[in-house]
């Protein structure tokens, strides 16, 4: 197969991609050859081609959750978007903290999903044993929760963090999702002591604000650099935050970062039309902080752009910064929000080659020979508002719009070598560090 006629950013002009079974062949500037125009010929004249993009952040919930979303659900939205590829966040029930669970998934998701899927094993105080015997040629790598109700996933003292650094292989990357309970829980008594029992949704901030943040991380990082550990902020949503973490290309660092499109998209501001939909966690901060995210992203700071989809139900969204739940789906629109704000070449660094880099999956992420052809069509001249009439999510509802415009639009995607609605197929991914199998 070829397609023909696509602008590749990768190349900077007009050329064409070879596929042959389900790797990619060639990619090349110009006009293909007779000889690359066996079998079938996509004309994909207005077109960009992208390589599909590895989320590394989702929260598809199943098992446990499906009332809100499933693998099968998830996974279309994540293709309807460009996301081609995903891994899946340990906090489900039962939460994925052993290869059983872990294997539980992967049958799930062999079953049902569309996109191809890996998975985070979750550290708790009982699992440590486990990691320095794991083939993490199955294992995306290791989630540690800091400061967030996560049922059971909670590692907050030095002890228990230096014990998880000290277990797992200097090869791995440790996750985390970093934010201090102390101060989280001085902040709220603040809040109630001010605004009551039950405070409006836009205090969430001010109950999770960026100290929180800034202390944690600072902490995870100062035990990371003490043990020479792979380590990998999630969701970093403050300046100050931000300055902690070193310019430059993704391999020359052992610890780095990543920022979520809604910390990128909105701030504190925000909460008077968008209310409940904007509720997560980290919180959305200041105008400052999201300038200096998205400077960050512009400077090599930020390494990664992932979700951290997070779907509920609207019912499960309504209410008190205390009783709406927390967490945004947005699987289905990063990809062209992130085009709209900074274009191809930090999509295709930052949401696909970094996150395979990051985590050692093999041979996706980046437009190349040998590469599985994990590919999207991108228009990019097609102004739309995006509703929730949009949404393929099982949850029915996007913190974007109404009045959100996004200029461009995924028109087609290709998931190892077959184009969606062609009988597609998805796998597991397979990652590949120093030391694994």
């Known amino acids: 197969m070829v397609i023909y006629n696509a602008y590749i950013p990768c190349l900077g002009g007009v050329g064409y991609v070879v596929i042959e079974g389900e790797h990619i062949k060639s990619v090349s500037l110009g006009e293909p050859s007779c000889r690359d125009c066996h079998g079938r010929a996509v004309d994909a004249r207005g077109m960009t081609i992208l390589p ?101 996933m909670l590692l907050d003292s030095d002890y228990e ?86 310019k430059g290309d993704i391999t020359g660092k052992r610890i780095t970062c990543e920022v979520s499109p809604h910390h990128l998209l909105w701030c504190d501001q925000d909460y008077a039309t968008r209310g409940a939909r904007i509720k997560m966690n980290p919180a959305v901060k200041s105008t400052y902080d999201r300038e200096a995210l998205r400077q960050g992203v512009l400077d090599g700071r930020v390494d990664v752009i992932a979700t951290d989809h997070a779907p509920h139900l609207l019912s499960e969204k309504q209410g008190s910064a205390l009783t709406a739940v927390s967490g945004a789906p947005m ?38 020979p040998g590469m599985s052809a994990d590919l999207v069509l991108v228009d990019t001249d097609s102004s739309h508002v ?34 969606t609605d062609d009988g597609s197929r998805a796998y597991p991914l397979v990652f590949k560090r120093t030391g694994t199998a």
């Open 52 to 152: 599909g993009a590895i989320d590394i952040h989702v929260h598809f919930r199943e098992p446990g959750m499906t009332h809100k979303a499933t693998m099968a659900t998830e996974s279309r939205a994540a293709l309807a978007g460009g996301v081609t590829s995903f891994v899946d966040m340990p906090n489900t029930t039962p939460r994925t903290v052993d290869m059983d669970t872990l294997y539980a998934k992967m049958d799930i998701a062999g079953r049902a999903s569309v996109a191809n899927y890996g998975f985070y094993i979750g550290a708790t105080g009982d699992n440590l044993s486990l990691f320095p015997t794991l083939d993490y040629s199955e294992v995306a790598g290791v989630k540690l929760f800091m400061g967030s109700s996560t049922g059971g």
């Open 161 to 246: 963090l230096s014990q998880l650094f000290d277990s797992v292989p200097r090869d791995i990357v440790i996750t985390v999702h970093a934010e201090d309970n102390a101060v989280i829980a001085e902040a709220l008594e603040r809040v109630k002591a001010r605004y009551g029992q039950e405070p409006p949704v836009w205090t969430h901030t001010l109950i999770r604000p960026a100290e929180a943040c800034v202390r944690a991380t600072e902490r995870v990082m100062n035990i990371a650099s003490r043990y020479g550990a792979r380590l990998h902020v999630a969701h970093v949503s403050t300046a100050a935050e931000m300055s902690l973490f070193d």
């Open 331 to 368: 699987v289905q629109f990063s990809v062209p929000a992130m085009l709209d704000m900074f274009g191809c070449e930090i999509v295709e660094r930052l949401m696909a080659a970094n996150p395979a880099c990051l985590l050692g999956i093999q041979g996706r992420g980046r437009l190349a």
């Open 386 to 419: 995006v509703t929730d009439n949009d949404v393929v999510s099982l949850c029915g509802w996007t913190p974007l719009g109404p009045d959100t415009v996004l200029n461009h639009r995924v028109v087609s995607v290709m998931i190892n070598g077959r184009f």
